[in-house]
């Protein structure tokens, strides 16, 4: 396992993180698979372990959290996040200041420690003004119970916006981004994202690395039985265009060549772009966490990401 700062912070993140999104907590006998594959992506290496409160309302945080407790505390890099309604109550939601500094604790109680490394803003609150959200988040961590804070899926205008507070009146600004970036999820990231974050300093960790599947291959042939995107069609309009298959399709080809998977192509091809501190992987069995941990030793030479790049670009 390879490790980068996150942005310009002092935190260094395993290059492949373990997430629970639409993972944990779903199944009820879940908590034997969730041991298993969190401390096998541990003994791979993997020090970033992300959550997040809705993610199954709080079941996954507890599986993860019951197996984490068992590393030292300060081989672990934590990460939740609030916004998503945890309830009907009218407050239990948002980025109101009485939203964020309660989830936190609720968080910390599922999670089973004192503090977390990283507390995200899941999304942008449009009803909560920006000085109530960045003193917020700077609450959590004057507070100690959060040592930084991010955003995920803000625009880059809302970052931006948050940074220059938090600078104007010496308090914490964000110090990461979790946006949706991916071989075929590329253009908000590149186009709109970057170009601040880059400069600002903040470090990227992705989400959604593998486009719900389809980068591993699986959807070649069609739409297996069980499978994320043949379950869920309201992402599947979006993932499974006929142009994005068959570019899954052209990869195998240089995938083979270097003798990886397609999974590993293209996890390593997101840590070589601009900005990307660790890509937020998932995993059901033992052996996916296991694949994936590899990319972070797979490297691409300048003639294999052109190869790339003339099957990524649009039609």
């Known amino acids: 396992m390879e490790y980068r700062k996150l942005g310009k912070s002092g935190l260094k993140v395993s290059e492949v993180a373990l997430g629970g999104w639409e993972t944990y907590g779903v199944n009820q006998d879940a908590s034997k698979m969730v041991g298993d594959i969190v401390r096998a992506a541990y003994d791979e290496g993997v020090n970033f372990f992300d959550q997040a409160d809705v993610y199954a309302r709080g079941q996954s945080e507890q599986l993860m959290g019951a197996v ?17 309604p945890m309830s009907d109550d009218v407050n239990d939601r948002g ?11 609720g968080s910390l109680r599922r999670l089973g420690t004192d503090y977390l490394d990283i507390y995200f803003a899941h999304r942008y609150d449009p009803e909560v003004p920006m000085e109530e959200i960045v003193m917020a988040f700077d609450q959590v961590i004057r507070d100690g ?15 931006a916006q948050a940074v220059e507070f938090a600078k104007a009146n010496g308090l914490h600004a964000p110090v990461t981004e979790q946006p949706e970036y991916s071989m075929v999820r590329r253009d908000r990231v590149e186009q709109e994202i970057l170009p601040y974050t880059e400069g600002a300093g903040i470090g990227l960790v992705v989400w959604s690395p593998l486009a719900m599947g389809l980068l591993t291959g699986k959807y070649d042939e069609g739409r297996p039985e069980g499978a994320r995107l043949t379950e869920k069609e309201n992402w599947a309009g979006s993932y499974l265009t006929d142009e994005n298959i068959q570019k899954v399709r052209d990869l195998k080809s240089i995938a083979d060549d270097l ?21 937020i992987t998932g995993a059901t069995k033992v052996n996916q966490i296991q694949d994936t941990v590899k990319a972070a030793g797979v490297r691409l030479s300048d003639d294999v990401q052109r190869r790339i790049e003339d099957i990524l670009k649009p039609a």
């Open 259 to 279: 003798g990886v998977t397609r999974a590993q192509l293209a996890l390593a091809w997101l840590l070589r772009q601009k900005g990307v501190s660790s890509v």
């Open 145 to 159: 119970k959060a040592l930084y804070w991010g955003t995920s899926m803000w625009p880059a205008a809302r970052i």
């Open 95 to 105: 980025l109101s200041r009485k939203h964020v500094l309660e989830s936190i604790d």
């Open 68 to 84: 984490l407790r068992d590393f030292p505390r300060h081989t672990l890099v934590l990460s939740s996040k609030v916004f998503w």
